[in-house]
Nanobody, 127 residues
Framework: QVQLVESGGGLVRAGDSLRLHCASS????????MGWFRQAPGKEREFVAA????????FYAESVNGRFTISRDNAKNTVDLQMDSLKPADTGVYYC????????????????????WGQGAQVTVSS
């Protein structure tokens, strides 16, 4: 059974930093894409960041580019999201996701291309 478990969410102030951690078990994702998505209240789930797999590339939503950094440790089967200069607009539930394949830029931004999902971690940024 494949499981993705997020941790590290919380309540912070605008300008603060937070690091989300996702630990996977039951499957190795080293050659496959892993990503982070988020969903704010009343809004659809949106792409935040992804690692393509195979050590190729990382991709970011325009709204977080330059502030967020995705990183993975294939030996530990984990993927982190470092979030700096947080804004109230970053508030939402953040989901870790794992794909069955290596994904290129455009494909890595689409939630349907990910087969496995974590339960989500709440991030709240106050102004």
């Amino acid at each position: 059974q494949v499981q993705l478990v997020e941790s590290g969410g919380g309540l912070v102030r605008a300008g603060d930093s937070l690091r989300l951690h996702c630990a996977s078990s039951g499957r190795t994702f080293s050659d496959h894409a892993m990503g982070w998505f988020r969903q704010a209240p009343g809004k659809e789930r949106e792409f935040v960041a992804a690692d393509s797999g195979r050590g190729r590339a990382t991709f970011y939503a325009e709204s977080v580019n330059g502030r967020f950094t995705i990183s993975r440790d294939n030996a530990k089967n984990t993927v982190d999201l470092q979030m700096d200069s947080l804004k109230p607009a970053d508030t939402g539930v953040y989901y870790c996701a794992g794909a069955l394949y290596y994904l290129r830029n455009s494909s890595a931004r689409i939630a349907m291309n990910y087969a496995y999902w974590g339960q989500g971690a709440q991030v709240t940024v106050s102004s």
